[in-house]
């Protein structure tokens, strides 16, 4: 059965470092999203995108965020300058369509640790 | 995305049918309902959906009240792997975004 894989699946990280987490969609979905769930949290929606551009982004999803899908098969969230505040799980997920009626499918996520 | 309302947790033992419940009164007539569940430490998992009429599949059924301000996830036969978080999402096919809210959900556990 198709999935949708991250890495690295834990990262650490000094705060002001750049971090890139990266994920590989499931190779004929079209949507791609990223999440985050800081730890005993809500799942929170940060961005969306298709036809390489960002559909939509939350309040969370900053000047230090950033989303490429620099190849076919790539899918990458880019943190310019880290804070503590951005330690979290962090999933990627991707659909076949908008997903209205269609179900996303979330890979196993990247535990990032800022210190 | 309208609001939903669920219980915090739920309890059942294995093999027994569990049935969780949530309320969206303010949910539009074209709001789609949706469930995912989240196993512990993994990323969220799609379960089922419906807009009207009553849904099965292979996971679960979902019962959607009449008048659609409430609805109800039934496993079946829970087992030990159901232990979750249990999420119910509505979805408005005619805005802009396809993201899902998550609430906080029901946290099932499962016992022998």
């Known amino acids: 059965e198709p999935e949708v894989t991250q890495t690295p699946s834990h990262q650490v990280t000094q705060m002001g470092q750049e971090v890139i987490l990266r994920c590989v969609p499931i190779?004929?979905?079209?949507?791609f999203y990223w999440y985050r769930q800081i730890l005993g949290q809500k799942v929170e929606f940060l961005v969306s995108f298709y036809n390489n551009e960002i559909s939509e982004k939350s309040e969370i999803f900053d000047d230090q965020f950033s989303v490429e899908r620099p190849d076919g098969s790539n899918f990458t969230l880019k943190i310019r300058s880290t804070k503590l505040e951005d330690s979290a799980m962090y999933f990627c997920a991707s659909s076949g369509d908008r997903g209205l009626k269609n179900e996303q499918f979330f890979g196993p996520g990247t535990r990032l640790t800022v210190l | 995305d309208a609001k939903t309302t669920q219980p915090n947790s739920m309890e059942s033992n294995e093999e027994e049918p569990v049935h969780l419940p949530c309320n969206h009164s303010t949910i539009s007539g074209t709001d789609y309902i949706h469930w995912y569940r989240q196993l512990p430490s993994q990323g969220p998992e799609y379960v089922i959906h419906?807009?009207?009429s009553n849904v099965n599949n292979r996971m679960a059924s979902l019962a959607i009240a009449e008048d659609r301000k409430s609805s109800t996830l039934i496993l079946h036969r829970a087992t030990l792997r159901d232990a979750a978080v249990y999420y119910c999402i509505l979805r408005d096919p005619t805005g802009t975004a396809s993201k899902l809210t998550f609430g906080t959900g029901t946290r099932l556990q499962v016992t022998l």
């Open positions: 190779s004929n979905h079209l949507y």
């Open positions: 419906g807009l009207t």
